[in-house]
């Protein structure tokens, strides 16, 4: 398939790609400086790794030149328009992965800091900033299906110690984050019972302390990645998720209910068929 360069100043999108390559830097020296992720989408079976530069860059204004060398996993990134990028990824470390963490600071990337240590491998993280600067992060590990939740409240500005959202027999995989109305809300994916269902999608309501309440929203059929997204926008929550080949499965909130799965199929191939029914749903969910 053909490849196409992007330019866009929402990225989280983009970098979350399964193949993506992607540079996260800035033009600081213009009279108006702009953070400017540039992308470089593909299906080829054998793409540039992900973090692959694409212009000479002053050290500091790209986020992690060195990780392909080490074959990081993908950030996750979310801007803001009073104070820019903050982004997330998996650190190889070499015999695990580890979650790492930079923000934009102005002028450069701050000092990579790492939300673990540990020698179990911790994966695809994926963060939301509350408005007034609080960083919520949630990763899962790839040995246990065990999810966390890490917090930086923008009181302190300290990163509190990660707690386990998956307790006892519960697990999950491929988690995402917001807040709405002051309540933290995850999704993930996990195994499913269900006769002729390979998975099932979940919500993951914080009750306090290091509680949740969890709620099937779905099932599929899926047995592969569903990179099930959770949104909350204006008031309103969705997410979405692959239900299978280029088709995405979508729930949205009703009141205090979640609505009936529904279901749209791709009309491009590849990534970018797949991201513009996510756009369609979003869409969709907001002018309702």
Same mark, same amino acid.
């Given at each position: 398939?053909?490849?196409?360069?992007?330019?866009?100043?929402?990225?989280?999108?983009?970098?979350?790609?399964?193949?993506?390559?992607?540079?996260?830097?800035?033009?600081?020296?213009?009279?108006?400086?702009?953070?400017?992720?540039?992308?470089?989408?593909?299906?080829?079976?054998?793409?540039?790794?992900? @973090?692959?530069?694409?212009?000479?860059?002053?050290?500091?204004?790209?986020?992690?030149?060195?990780?392909?060398?080490?074959?990081?996993?993908?950030?996750?990134?979310?801007?803001?328009?009073?104070?820019?990028? *903050?982004?997330?990824?998996?650190?190889?470390?070499?015999?695990?992965?580890?979650?790492?963490?930079?923000?934009?600071?102005?002028?450069?990337?701050?000092? *990579?800091?790492?939300? *673990?240590?540990?020698?179990?491998?911790?994966?695809?993280?994926?963060?939301?900033?509350?408005?007034?600067?609080?960083?919520?992060?949630? @990763?899962?590990?790839?040995?246990?299906?065990?999810?966390?939740?890490?917090?930086?409240?923008?009181?302190?500005?300290?990163?509190?110690?990660?707690?386990?959202? *998956?307790?006892?027999?519960?697990?999950?995989?491929?988690?995402?984050?917001?807040?709405?109305?002051?309540?933290?809300?995850?999704?993930?994916?996990?195994?499913?019972?269900?006769?002729?269902?390979?998975?099932?999608?979940?919500?993951?309501?914080?009750?306090?302390?290091?509680?949740?309440?969890?709620?099937?929203?779905?099932?599929?059929?899926?047995?592969?990645?569903?990179?099930?997204?959770?949104?909350?926008?204006?008031?309103?929550? @969705?997410?979405?998720?692959?239900?299978?080949?280029?088709?995405?499965?979508?729930?949205?909130?009703?009141?205090?209910?979640?609505?009936?799965?529904?279901?749209?199929?791709?009309?491009?191939?590849?990534?970018?068929?797949?991201?513009?029914?996510?756009?369609?749903?979003?869409?969709?969910?907001?002018?309702?």
């Amino acid at each position: 398939m053909s490849k196409a360069l992007c330019i866009a100043t929402a990225a989280a999108l983009l970098l979350a790609a399964p193949f993506a390559t992607a540079e996260v830097s800035s033009n600081a020296g213009h009279p108006q400086p702009t953070t400017l992720i540039l992308g470089h989408i593909t299906d080829d079976p054998n793409p540039v790794g992900v @973090w692959t530069l694409h212009r000479a860059v002053p050290l500091g204004r790209t986020l992690n030149p060195d990780g392909d060398v080490r074959i990081d996993g993908r950030p996750d990134v979310f801007i803001r328009a009073d104070s820019g990028p *903050t982004a997330v990824w998996s650190y190889n470390a070499g015999t695990d992965g580890d979650i790492a963490f930079s923000e934009w600071d102005g002028t450069q990337w701050t000092v *990579t800091e790492f939300l *673990t240590s540990s020698a179990t491998n911790d994966l695809d993280p994926r963060l939301f900033v509350e408005p007034d600067g609080t960083v919520h992060v949630v @990763w899962w590990t790839g040995d246990t299906d065990d999810v966390f939740l890490a917090t930086r409240p923008a009181t302190t500005g300290a990163w509190g110690t990660p707690g386990l959202v *998956t307790p006892g027999p519960e697990r999950g995989r491929r988690p995402s984050v917001v807040v709405s109305a002051g309540t933290i809300l995850l999704t993930y994916e996990r195994d499913s019972d269900a006769v002729g269902m390979a998975q099932e999608v979940v919500v993951a309501t914080h009750t306090g302390g290091d509680t949740f309440d969890v709620e099937i929203v779905a099932t599929t059929p899926n047995p592969g990645a569903l990179e099930s997204i959770i949104h909350a926008v204006a008031g309103k929550q @969705w997410i979405d998720w692959i239900h299978g080949e280029q088709v995405l499965g979508c729930v949205e909130k009703d009141g205090p209910e979640w609505s009936p799965p529904f279901s749209q199929p791709a009309n491009g191939s590849g990534w970018i068929g797949i991201e513009e029914v996510r756009r369609e749903f979003r869409v969709g969910v907001l002018v309702e």
